[in-house]
């Protein structure tokens, strides 16, 4: 936690110094940092301060960022009746603001709130158009992560051949974007358990909370992550 400390504190210095104008980025900076670190709870309440402060800034992207951020911190919690709820307004944000990562990332937040919902046919659509398209952006990372998604819905079902795929997937995207190697190492560790049919729905969800995790932290090894 120390890292996530020490980035904090500058956070909560440079709002100090910043004018009245630059609060609501920093707050969402704030609960990007406490949501990499696990304090979801904290990073809720980050936002929920910060979304006024983005309404008076007239800010679409930032107002887009707090209600995006609040929709993934809620999945987090399990409180997915809350996130739906919020889901039509950070879709509507997107299609403003017209960059289609923006959609694509909206379409997985989705896929998460449908599968914490038990509507898993809709989570799981969601889940592949999702990976489809952030592959065709070059996108692989992000890709893989809602593989895993998947790879979490495929092993709740039993289907185990089906997580030998994606993570095969997985790992040669990997490969060819050059993540780095504790990442990968952590993914060749679950792709092992798949192909010995060890592989649980929980491992998967350590292995996404990791993989999401150290994808701002090389150092982070999946033993310290998971």
């Given at each position: 936690?120390?890292?996530?400390?020490?980035?904090?504190?500058?956070?909560?210095?440079?709002?100090?110094?910043?004018?009245?104008t630059a609060?609501g980025?920093?707050?969402?900076?704030?609960?990007?940092?406490?949501e990499?670190?696990?304090?979801?709870?904290?990073?809720?309440a980050?936002?929920?301060?910060?979304?006024?402060?983005?309404?008076e800034?007239?800010?679409?992207?930032?107002?887009w960022?707090v209600?995006?951020?609040l929709?993934?911190?809620?999945?987090?919690?399990?409180?997915?009746g809350?996130?739906?709820?919020?889901?039509?307004?950070?879709?509507?944000?997107?299609v403003?603001?017209?960059?289609?990562?923006?959609?694509?990332r909206?379409?997985?937040?989705?896929?998460?709130?449908?599968?914490?919902?038990?509507?898993?046919k809709?989570?799981?659509?969601?889940?592949?158009?999702?990976?489809?398209?952030?592959?065709?952006?070059?996108?692989?990372?992000?890709?893989a992560?809602?593989?895993?998604e998947?790879?979490?819905?495929?092993?709740?079902?039993?289907h185990?051949a089906?997580?030998?795929?994606?993570?095969?997937?997985?790992v040669?995207?990997?490969?060819?974007q050059g993540?780095?190697?504790?990442?990968?190492a952590?993914l060749?560790?679950f792709?092992q358990?798949?192909?010995?049919e060890?592989?649980?729905a929980?491992?998967?969800?350590?292995?996404?909370?990791?993989?999401e995790?150290?994808?701002h932290?090389?150092?982070?090894?999946?033993?310290?992550?998971g």
């Open positions: 936690m120390r890292q996530w400390d020490e980035a904090l504190a500058l956070l909560d210095r440079a709002r100090a110094a910043a004018p009245p609060a980025r920093i707050l969402l900076n704030r609960a990007l940092t406490l990499q670190a696990g304090e979801s709870e904290a990073a809720l980050a936002l929920h301060e910060a979304a006024p402060l983005a309404a800034a007239d800010d679409p992207r930032l107002a960022g209600r995006f951020n929709i993934s911190n809620l999945c987090h919690l399990g409180r997915y809350e996130a739906a709820e919020l889901l039509p307004e950070v879709r509507r944000l997107a403003e603001l017209g960059n289609e990562l923006d959609l694509i909206v379409l997985w937040l989705a896929g998460r709130v449908a599968a914490g919902q038990g509507r898993r809709e989570a799981r659509a969601g889940f592949d158009q999702a990976r489809s398209d952030f592959a065709s952006h070059g996108n692989g990372y992000d890709a992560l809602v593989a895993l998947l790879a979490v819905l495929e092993l709740e079902d039993g185990t089906a997580v030998r795929g994606l993570t095969q997937e997985m040669g995207v990997f490969r060819a993540v780095h190697r504790e990442a990968l952590a060749r560790l792709g358990a798949a192909e010995h060890t592989a649980t929980e491992l998967a969800r350590r292995l996404l909370a990791y993989l995790r150290a994808r932290d090389r150092r982070l090894r999946f033993a310290d992550g």
